[in-house]
């Protein structure tokens, strides 16, 4: 176990809806970042939170958007479910600083996330 | 578009034997190289990472990095059934803040 959570487990969600996903960072570790996992695919980055602060994104539309808070938790919300958006969803904390080079990042358990 | 290569497999190997991972890159630049197993439902668990050539030994893992040739591997020494899983090799970016990951390969070890 890496102490890194993630809530739902699961969720179903119908096209053009709205989710929100949550994510608790290991104690210690200030930067979380999250994946999209498609089926038979390897993790894609879609942005990450530094302090607070987005610091750094993949190639994702706006719709996809994050928070992180003072506790380092973060949020993942994306509007406008499309069927495509179907995946594992998981997040991942790390200890060190963005940059050096032993920049580790431990996942959760990820969210399943079905667009029906 | 920054690229992470591997075979997807399956590799098959037997019991006690040695597996062998491969995973070359495109971005000459890149300087850090992870890889992860995932067991089917679950999410990537951290194997190891090597950022010097050469060889880094974990246990019955071993890492090897050609920065030259933009190759990484990863050695399971005396594979065992719970080694099957894929494994997905990722490569840090420039940035430093985002992994790149590879498609991964599936290994199975049969008893």
């Known amino acids: 176990e890496t102490g890194v959570t993630q809530s739902p487990t699961h969720l179903i969600k119908t096209r053009g809806q709205q989710v929100t996903l949550r994510c608790s960072s290991q104690?210690?570790?200030?930067?979380v970042s999250w994946y999209q996992q498609a089926l038979g695919q390897g993790p894609q980055f879609i942005f990450q939170y530094y302090r607070e602060e987005e610091n750094g994104r993949g190639n994702f539309p706006p719709r996809f958007s994050g928070l992180q808070f003072p506790n380092y938790s973060s949020e993942l919300n994306v509007n406008a479910l499309e069927l495509d958006d179907s995946a594992l969803y998981l997040c991942?904390?790390?200890?060190?600083?963005?940059?050096?080079?032993?920049?580790?990042?431990?996942f959760g358990p990820g969210t399943r996330l079905t667009v029906t | 578009q920054k690229e992470v290569e591997q075979n997807s497999g399956p590799l098959s190997v037997p019991e006690g034997a040695i597996a062998s991972l491969n995973c070359t890159y495109s971005?000459?630049?890149?300087?850090?190289f992870f890889w992860y197993r995932q067991y089917s439902g679950k999410s990537p668990e951290l194997i190891m990472f090597?950022?010097?050539?050469g060889d880094k030994e974990d246990g019955r893992f071993t890492a090897q990095l050609n920065k030259a040739s933009q190759y990484v591997s990863l050695l399971i020494r005396d594979s065992q059934p719970s080694d099957s899983a894929t494994y997905l090799c990722?490569?840090?970016?420039?940035?430093?803040?985002?992994?790149?990951f590879g498609k991964g390969t599936t290994l199975s070890v049969s008893s």
């Open positions: 104690s210690g570790h200030n930067t």
């Open positions: 971005d000459r630049g890149s300087q850090s």
């Open positions: 990722a490569v840090l970016n420039q940035a430093g803040t985002a992994l790149i």
């Open positions: 090597i950022y010097s050539n």
């Open positions: 991942a904390s790390s200890p060190g600083l963005a940059g050096s080079l032993s920049y580790e990042q431990y």
